[in-house]
């Protein structure tokens, strides 16, 4: 269903994980909130890496981001009250690190902090927290330095981090943000960078190998924003480029660990070399059959939207 794409997909690069080009296709995305992009997601046959292949480029990719994130942010603005829906996923990672940081972290650096409710949060074991927050969204910007007296660092995640970061952080929080990345290894050296010595990467992102059977996958898992699918090897591979290894690490829901920096000589483990190219594969296939009508009616009912909108018929604007 490639029939309203919108956008030319001219980007081809080799594999972010393994540095191949031996891909296969999949699937093609669609969404509704986006109904005239539609995207192919491929697999690396060397390594097991879903990536979307080729791609829009980077300006193209950015106009897409505009057009999905209003919905999320107009929906969760920085000055909600509502304790449970602003702390829930922060309650969530701290019960995950909480042993490694007794009274909270002293210097946190929260990648893509959204709202900055997870600096918010950590304020509340650790009144004294350093915080630097980068993040681009206006309104959170202005609420994460003026009520929660954090730093901003306003720069694309793709771009060079400054290098005022360097060496400084306890604690660096990188959550479901790698899968939005045109190069994640990039993020992640520079996330090694940012590590104070003992500091850890907190870093989550969804799992293309736990997808619930009663998804849609096309239409729903596979979506607009995101360029890349990892799963528990493809992740820790690439981490493992960037000189970081997990001391804490979980797949059985969505794909998160505890990262350090390696030490000088220590050994990686199995992963480093692992293909995870037939498991994944197999996982996929079997998640895209199952959702086939599933995503064959939401195509459908975008298609006749996209040509509603399009008729001279038609009285109401769709965007
Ligand atoms: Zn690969």
Redesign the pocket.
Known sequence: MRLFNRYALSEIRL?D????HDFEQLAHLRSPRIPDYSAPVAI?R????VTVRPRPNSSAYREINRRWYPFKFSADPPSDKDPDKKFRKWRTMWDRIETRYADGPRQVLDIGAGQGWAIEFLKSKRPSLAAVAIEQWKPSQDYIRNELGAEVVDVDLNEDWPASLGGRFELVIFRHTIEHLEEPLKALRQIHRCLADGGYAYIVCPNAETIRPDRAVRTDFLRPVHLHYFNRTTLQRLAIRADLVADVFDSRGELWGLFRKRRDNEPVGDVAGENSYERQRKFLAQRLRGARWRDLISSARMGVRHFLARSPLATVADD
């Open positions: 594999c994980v393994c540095d191949g690396c060397s390594c097991g890496f």
